[in-house]
């Protein structure tokens, strides 16, 4: 059983698409998580939600767009995608936000081209 | 704001031999210290944290990390590498106040046979 699921695994479109990544993760956590991986590797957060509410909105463009219906689903949108966004986006999971330091379980990512 | 630093990009080293893996921080309060190893085309996978007690951290396949306050430092170590242990890996650090979890740049790790 894979923890934490995303699809699709590689996605490749044009210059001004709208597109969705899925998330799920089946370990009962409570926040979840989207990372963007850029081409050099460095990786930087996005969105985070905890128990549906989101709680971490770092500058992202406003075509990104998180959705998160129930605690195991976070989906990102991304209208008009733009040669910049071409990168891996990758899912994470967590216990919580609390004072143990909770690891996160990440996806296995999504590659995603833009042409 | 907290940050990390890795400062090699590169680590080459012969199976058997030491290997570590630098990192040192920056946040304005206490730290949680992380390492993360990521495999090609995977996502990371947790290898240790540092929350608070003991500065020398075990951790998974062997790994073990050293925190050092008067340093900012928590390198990354494992006494005999293996070809195994060839992969991409992040410092992470979050300070006790926020949310966020900072990651370094990644320093990847070569083991020759």
């Known amino acids: 059983d894979t923890a934490v699921s995303q699809t699709p695994k590689y996605l490749v479109t044009q210059m001004g698409n709208d597109k969705s990544i899925k998330c799920e993760q089946n370990?009962?956590?409570?926040?979840m998580y989207w990372y963007k991986q850029d081409s050099k590797k460095f990786l930087k957060i996005m969105f985070s939600y905890n128990n549906k509410e989101l709680i971490i909105n770092e500058t992202v463009p406003n075509r990104f767009s998180p959705k998160s219906p129930d605690k195991a689903h976070l989906n990102l949108h991304i209208n008009s995608l733009e040669l910049g966004d071409s990168a891996v986006y990758f899912c994470?999971?967590?216990?919580?936000?609390?004072?143990?330091?909770?690891?996160?379980?990440f996806g296995s990512g999504t590659q995603l081209s833009v042409l | 704001a907290q940050s990390v630093a890795q400062p090699e990009d590169q680590v080459n080293v012969a199976e058997g031999n030491p290997l570590t893996v630098k990192c040192t921080y920056s946040v304005s309060g206490n730290p949680y210290l992380f390492w993360y190893v990521q495999y090609p085309n995977r996502g990371l996978q947790f290898l240790l944290k540092?929350?608070?007690?003991?500065?020398l951290v075990k951790g998974s396949y062997g790994f073990e990390a050293e925190f050092n306050k008067s340093q900012t430092s928590f390198h990354l170590k494992k006494p005999s590498a293996l070809v195994s242990d060839s992969a991409l890996y992040f410092c992470a650090v979050r300070d006790l106040r926020d949310y966020k979890l900072s990651f370094g740049a990644g320093t990847t790790v070569t083991v020759r046979a």
């Open positions: 540092y929350i608070t007690g003991d500065n």
């Open positions: 994470a999971s967590s216990q919580g936000l609390g004072p143990r330091g909770e690891k996160l379980f």
């Open positions: 370990l009962g956590h409570d926040t």
